[in-house]
């Protein structure tokens, strides 16, 4: 079982929906999770932190389920500039942090 | 304020080669990390270093080794180039080392090797 898994997509969805990705790890040891958001050819950048009580931002929601191992990310109200590739991230005890393949997704009109 | 910034962008090498890779942390960042990117896959981690020290090293071969500067740059160096070396390197800085950290990320070097 691979540490970080993620299902690749592509999520396409229409504009104004409400999409949902989970990413599971396997260390039932790690301790920090977070969300990236990377465009084609581009770097990724931080969309949030993954915090034990949950965390939301706008749009955005993030969970945290230890009981079994996941993580999810919410997206209400899709839009078009949503479509991007989104990585989780998940850091057990050492200071090697694993990033999953990304899930892709593509927002239409 | 600046962001990591990355040098160079493109490069193109030959099997063999030797390749020097900087990169440059977000002002009042000490921790610099890389890693490695290939077409399809969430990027690899290859080394973290904080405070001029090695704190993590990813599942790389010793031809990848990687070094920080007393002013928190740093620089990544392959030797004996392979063509699966190539891929998207990537340098992300943050505040400090640790599990519950956020990290920011430059804008990549591609590497091409041929």
């Known amino acids: 079982r691979k540490e970080v898994e993620q299902d690749p997509g592509p999520f396409n969805v229409p504009e104004g929906a409400t999409v949902a990705f989970n990413c599971t790890y396997s260390?039932?040891?790690?301790?920090?999770f977070f969300w990236y958001r990377q465009d084609c050819r581009k770097e990724p950048k931080l969309l949030m932190s993954?915090?034990?009580s949950g965390n939301e931002d706008g749009r955005f929601t993030a969970q945290l389920n230890r009981a079994s191992q996941y993580i999810s990310l919410l997206i209400r109200d899709s839009k078009l500039s949503d479509s991007a590739t989104y990585l989780c991230?998940?850091?057990?005890?050492?200071?090697?942090?694993?990033f999953g393949r990304g899930t892709s997704l593509i927002v239409h009109p | 304020d600046a962001g990591v910034t990355q040098s160079p962008t493109h490069l193109i090498k030959t099997r063999g080669q030797h390749v020097t890779l900087r990169c440059s942390p977000i002002?009042?960042?000490?921790?610099v990390s890389w890693y490695q990117q290939v077409l399809g896959q969430g990027p690899q981690f290859i080394f973290q270093?904080?405070?001029?020290?090695?704190?993590g090293r990813g599942n790389f071969p010793d031809r990848f080794s990687a070094r920080q500067f007393p002013n928190y740059s740093s620089e990544l160096n392959v030797n004996a180039l392979l063509l699966g070396d190539s891929a998207l390197y990537l340098c992300?800085?943050?505040?400090?080392?640790?599990?519950?950290?956020?990290?920011?990320f430059g804008p990549g070097t591609r590497l091409t090797v041929t």
């Open positions: 992300a800085s943050s505040r400090t080392s640790g599990n519950n950290y956020e990290q920011y």
């Open positions: 260390n039932s040891a790690s301790q920090s």
């Open positions: 993954v915090y034990s």
């Open positions: 991230v998940v850091s057990g005890g050492s200071y090697i942090p694993t």
């Open positions: 002002s009042g960042h000490k921790s």
């Open positions: 270093y904080y405070e001029k020290e090695e704190r």
